[in-house]
């Protein structure tokens, strides 16, 4: 007689056919551009409890997230978000998110995450193509920016102390004041110092800036350049910082976390030049890459230097086989979910030149918005743009006037764009990096700026 106990969990079938229901739909559907967050008092008033000894049952949790806790986010991929770093995530990508849940692999090391591991590999690969770098090149997908920029300067110190011991001081990083503030929270997580180099008219790192402060600091251990600032989008120059990197045995890391994504489009790969002598690279393929939350693709030039920082040992990890790749042993990290599948899927599924269309839109698209604000009677762009955000002025106004502007057209749900500070004055700043965005809804909306 079969005596198996009946599922601790009932039967679930008809919680999943309604979840997959809503998930396919909003795979296809864009989110209302109103939605927006909402005090917490609010929330708790419309949800009521919903974690109870007993369960209110998956129909009315279901119910309360469609109703009252996804309108309370924002719509990252409505085309008209232009604000801090939005998202536009291909279907295809989406879609396989689902799939890469369900498929719930362990993709830590490679005896259980082997198929999974290999075409994250196949997407990493095309990246270390990109960037020039030999074929032995290789990393792993981590959430995202912050981990991906503390993984590599964690592998840069190490690799500083294996060569020249412990010094007397504290290790050192050199960055400019624009670099990312995940730079400086990784510097504190490290407990190493910050020392600024001074950037040129723009803000940019250049090599003989870098020099000059490397010529007169010992203890640093590595460098980070911005490939697209977060704050207004340009490039350092990675030529000057690879030689005065060279020059000075230092290791140089790269943040592409938003602009790395500019390497496959050929109208701005120039500014990249350089980089194929980096040491460690990141980019963000959830932000212009077209994945979904959350994957940063970190790369190693020499991945051993990753893995000799980074491998964890334990007797209960004794029976890893190291001689695999194992995508634990390349970051601050053990469990990890195969997150850069939705990537891979989406690149595999369009292919790398539709890849390079759709980011060469948004540049086109930022290109032909800069156009027409240096032509408006009302309005002063700070500077051409070199990737896809664009500052721009409209002179005589005041911080509130910016404030009251952005808030009511983030509510009426026309467009969402938030001021910024550049060389120490409010500016208005837009972010393109979904290629459906209409330059001309862009420049309409600029217009009730008059
Ligand atoms: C240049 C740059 N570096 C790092 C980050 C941090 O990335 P994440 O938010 O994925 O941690 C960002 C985020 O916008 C960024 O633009």
Known sequence: MENHPASIWGD????????????????????????????????????????????IGAQEALRIFREVLAPATRA?????????????????????????????????????????????????????????????AGGVFVSGGTTGNLSALVAARHGAEQKHGHPAGRWKLACTADAHSSIRAAARVMDVEVVEVPGDELGRLTGPALDAVLSQTP??????????????????DLVGVADACEKHGVWMHVDGAYGGAGLCAPSVRHLFDGIERADSFI???????????????????EPEKGI??????????????????????????????????????????????????????????ARVVAEAITDSDHLELCFEPQLSVVLFERPGWTDDQYTAWSTRLAKDGV???????????????????NPMTHADDVIAALDTLR
Do not use: M
């Open 415 to 433: 467009i969402l764009v938030l001021p910024t500070r550049w060389q120490g004055r409010t500016v208005l700043r837009l972010a393109f990096v």
């Open 219 to 236: 203890d640093v251990f590595g460098v980070v350049c911005s490939a697209g600032t977060t704050n207004s989008g340009v490039v350092d």
């Open 76 to 136: 990252q991929d409505d085309p008209l978000n232009l604000a801090y770093i939005p998202a536009a995530p291909t279907r295809a990508a989406v879609s396989f998110d689902l799939a890469t849940s369900a498929a719930n692999v362990f993709a830590g090391y490679w005896e259980s995450g082997a198929g999974a591991i290999h075409a994250e590999n196949q997407a990493l690969a095309w990246i270390c193509s990109l960037l020039g770098w030999p074929r032995t």
């Open 283 to 301: 980019v963000d393929p959830h932000k212009w890459l077209f994945a979904p939350y959350d994957a940063c693709a970190l790369v190693y030039r």
């Open 12 to 55: 679930e079938t008809p919680v999943v056919a309604s979840v997959l229901a809503w998930a396919a739909q909003r795979v296809v559907t864009a989110s209302d551009p109103k939605w927006t967050a909402r005090p917490a008092s609010e929330l708790a008033a419309e949800t009521g409890l919903t974690v109870t000894p007993e369960g």
């Open 308 to 365: 000799d920082a980074h491998a964890q040992r334990a007797s209960y990890l004794d029976q890893v086989d190291r001689a695999e790749w194992n995508p634990s042993d390349l970051a601050v990290h053990l469990s990890r979910r195969a997150r850069g599948l939705p990537f891979w899927f989406s690149l595999a599924t369009h292919g790398t030149d539709r890849y390079a269309a759709a980011v060469e839109r948004s540049i086109a698209t």
